[in-house]
């Protein structure tokens, strides 16, 4: 499972998606936009739903990646927890792996019910930056030590962008093109998204 707020999906995040599935052998990426994420403050004119319909262009074309609606179709907050018994559920004799990026890998141990995310899935990190990775390796430790998690730091060229600076972008009028998928673009263009200020 791949969540996130896909706010919007950039090029960071299909690499991601595509370095864990490569790596771990993955049959399927599940891209799950949040419904409403639990530590983000957002009010915006998009709705939940236009952010998985950019998933859904995203992955479009990319075999083991798919767009889930797990989390829009359950109301309310989005808990990882959640989603996971859910998942666990549907595919009872899977093992599961929760794939973050290095700011979500960091804080994973306060998420709610983090003992049962544990046990229910392998943590995947990867770097966002250049200083993560030594710290990366430090949440390792601490994660196995005191947390008793599986682990896994996947190796990934660097993408230095995040759905903030794409938002930031479009309102200053400056292009995207080289940040996210060509679909996107469109689907943004076309629905004057992330315009207001
Ligand atoms: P925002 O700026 O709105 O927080 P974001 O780019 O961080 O957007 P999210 O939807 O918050 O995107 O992140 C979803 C997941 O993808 C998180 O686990 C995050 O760490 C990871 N991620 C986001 N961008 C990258 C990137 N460029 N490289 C690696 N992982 C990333
Ligand atoms: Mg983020």
Redesign the pocket.
Known sequence: M??????P?????I??ALCSAKQLHLDKVLLI??HT?PH?Q?QEEITAWQRWEMCRLAVRGYENLEASDIEIKRPGASYTVDTLRELKQEFPDTQLYL???????LTVQNWRCAADIFSMAVVCG???DQENEKILEKQEEVLHRDFGAKTVLLE?P??????????ERIKNGQPIGQWVPKSVERYIRENHLYQKS
């Open positions: 791949f969540g996130g707020t896909f706010n999906i950039h090029n960071g995040h690499q991601l936009p949040t994420p983000k957002y794939i973050t990026g290095a700011d979500m890998f990867v770097p966002r990934m660097l993408v230095p962008i995040s759905s903030t600076e794409i938002r």
